[in-house]
C-alpha cells in the first residue's frame, strides 16, 4: 500500500512536470517589512519591469513581490490549462489575454484610476493597458546608411526582391507559432493590408531567419549577422539603442500597429487587494517621466496617437478572439507556412 502511494505521488510529480509551463526567469524582491505577497506572472523582461516594481515598493514597502517571467504562450497556459496560482498576469499578447478575461480566468476591478483609461485601453473592467508599445522594422547600420531605410512595407518589398543576393539568409522575424505576440502582430497585418501576404512569400524565399523573441532580433541586427528585423517590439529595440550601437528603429509611414501592454488580475488570485494596488499604480506610472525612461515602457498617451495617424492601437472586443479559433488559427498557419517555407 505504502509502495503504491509513492508510485502514485511519483506519477503526479511527474505529469505535472511535463505539463509545467516554460519559465525564462523568477526573481523575488524581499519587502522591507513584509506583510503580505504579490505574485506576478509577465512577459516583460526584467531590466524593463524591475524599476516599476522598486517604485510600487517604494510606495507599499510591506509587499513583497515573486515575478516570474515567460512567454505569452506559457503565461496562457499557466493561467488557464494549469491553473497556476497568480495575483497579477501582465501580457503583450492582447488577444490571449482578451481570451483569458473572455473564458472566465479574470477577476473584475474597477476604481477611479480605471476609469480614467480610455475607451480602448481597458475591456469588461478586466484587462487594463498601461503602456502603447509599436512594431517596428529594425534595420542594420551596415547595410542601410542613414536615410537608405525603407518606409513602407511596399518599399520593403520592392528592395527585397530587386536585391535577394544582399538580403539572403539576413532577415528576421517572430516566428509565429511560437511566439503569441508575433502571431498576434501577423494576424493584425493580415487584417490591415494585402501586401502583408506578398512580403512573407518574398521573406520565405530569401531563407528568413525565425525568432522567438524581440531582444534576439535586435541583438542580431546590431551585430551585423540580419539586415533588417520584421515586426520588432519598438519599446524593446529603443531601450536597447541607449547602449548598443549598430541599428536602427523605423516605423512605418504606411501604418505601424501598436500593441497595448496588459495587466489583469486572474481567477486564482490569492492576494488581489495588493493586485489592486499594482494595477493602479501601473495606470499612472506613466505622470514619472524618469520611471518611464528608466523602465523603457511607453506609458499610454492618447495626443501621441492623435499626432500620428499612421499608429493603429490595436483595438479589444471579439474581433480579437477571431483568429484564436482553431480553424482560423490552423488554416492562418498553414498559410503562413506556405508562404515562409516554399519548396
Not at 526584467?46 to 515573486?66: D, L, Y
Request: glycine content about 6%; proline content about 4%.
Amino acid at each position: 500500500m505504502r509502495i503504491a502511494a509513492v508510485t502514485a505521488l511519483i506519477l503526479l510529480w511527474v505529469s505535472r512536470a511535463v505539463l509545467a509551463f516554460e519559465v525564462e526567469d523568477h526573481i523575488t524582491y524581499p519587502a522591507a517589512n513584509e506583510g503580505s505577497v504579490l505574485r506576478i506572472i509577465s512577459t516583460a523582461d526584467r531590466e524593463a519591469f524591475e524599476p516599476i516594481i522598486a517604485a510600487f515598493q517604494a510606495q507599499h514597502p510591506g509587499v513583497k513581490v515573486e515575478y516570474t517571467i515567460t512567454g505569452t504562450t506559457s503565461l496562457m497556459q499557466a493561467i488557464a490549462e494549469e491553473e497556476a496560482v497568480f495575483d497579477l498576469a501582465i501580457s503583450s499578447a492582447m488577444d490571449l489575454q482578451t481570451k483569458l478575461a473572455n473564458d472566465g480566468f479574470a477577476q473584475n476591478y474597477d476604481d477611479a484610476e480605471t476609469d480614467h483609461l480610455p475607451e480602448w485601453a481597458s475591456w469588461r473592467n478586466q484587462i487594463f493597458a498601461f503602456t502603447q508599445e509599436p512594431a517596428v522594422l529594425v534595420v542594420s547600420d551596415a547595410f542601410f546608411p542613414d536615410g537608405d531605410a525603407p518606409r513602407s512595407r511596399d518599399q520593403l518589398i520592392a528592395l527585397l526582391r530587386e536585391n535577394p543576393e544582399l538580403f539572403q539568409g539576413r532577415i528576421g522575424t517572430y516566428d509565429v507559432r511560437q511566439s503569441g505576440f508575433g502571431y498576434l502582430m501577423a494576424t493584425q497585418d493580415s487584417r490591415n493590408s494585402e501586401s502583408f501576404w506578398r512580403l512573407m512569400e518574398v521573406m520565405g524565399r530569401l531563407d528568413a531567419k525565425l525568432y522567438c523573441c524581440s531582444g534576439d532580433m535586435i541583438r542580431d541586427v546590431a551585430n551585423g549577422e540580419l539586415a533588417l528585423a520584421y515586426n520588432v517590439l519598438g519599446s524593446y529595440a529603443s531601450s536597447q539603442q541607449s547602449g548598443v550601437d549598430g541599428f536602427q528603429i523605423i516605423e512605418f509611414e504606411d501604418y505601424v500597429n501598436v500593441m497595448l501592454r496588459t495587466a489583469l488580475i486572474p481567477e486564482t488570485s490569492l492576494n488581489p487587494e495588493d493586485a489592486s494596488k499594482f494595477i493602479d499604480f501601473l495606470l499612472v506610472f506613466g505622470q514619472n517621466p524618469d520611471l518611464v525612461l528608466a523602465s523603457g515602457l511607453p506609458a499610454i498617451n492618447p495626443s501621441v496617437l492623435r499626432d500620428n495617424t499612421a499608429l493603429r492601437p490595436i483595438r479589444f472586443g471579439p474581433g480579437l478572439l477571431v483568429f484564436l479559433d482553431k480553424i482560423r488559427r490552423d488554416n492562418f498557419l498553414k498559410n503562413w507556412e506556405s508562404s515562409l517555407f516554399q519548396e
